[in-house]
């Protein structure tokens, strides 16, 4: 990672994130810590990608499953922390393990079958919780 994807990181982490990862907070109650595997980033659009492509729609599935008591006590109870993975290759893994829910996905800017849309984190949350 050069110079240009470190500061867009650090940008990204700063001003984007925060406010994504209260959201998040506030519509599962829980905090859930969130991880990036930095060394997987590897372009700016990819990073800049991160808030909207994977929070806004993580955030809103969330929102879908947490609506209720007996949703946030199941992301609470499952889910404890969140790592974000970028992969050059096409499509996109979601994976639920001993309380770590992984995204990979190839973030590189571009919208598509690339990255989960509405619906996929719940279609495969819900089966899994």
Same mark, same amino acid.
């Given at each position: ?25 506030? #519509?599962?109650? =829980? ?5 990036? %595997?930095?060394?997987?980033? *590897?372009t700016v659009?990819?990073? +800049? ?7 806004t729609?993580l955030?809103?599935?969330?929102a879908d ?7 946030k006590?199941?992301?609470g109870e499952?889910?404890?922390?969140i790592n974000? #993975?970028?992969? =050059? ?5 979601? %994976?639920?393990?001993?309380? *770590?829910?992984?995204?990979?996905? +190839? ?12 619906g ?10």
């Amino acid at each position: 990672m050069g110079l240009q994807e470190k500061q867009t990181f650090a940008e990204v982490n700063e001003k984007y994130l925060p406010v994504k990862l209260e959201e998040l907070k506030t #519509v599962t109650g =829980a905090q859930i810590e969130v991880s990036f %595997d930095v060394a997987s980033f *590897t372009t700016v659009n990819g990073i +800049k990608a991160i808030p909207d492509s994977i929070f806004t729609r993580l955030n809103s599935d969330m929102a879908d499953i947490c609506k209720d008591k007996l949703g946030k006590e199941a992301v609470g109870e499952a889910i404890k922390k969140i790592n974000i #993975v970028n992969h =050059a290759t096409g499509g996109f893994v979601l %994976d639920l393990n001993a309380g *770590t829910f992984t995204v990979t996905a +190839k973030l590189d800017g571009s919208l598509g079958k690339d990255i989960p849309s509405y619906g996929d984190y719940k279609k495969f949350l819900m089966a899994k919780l």
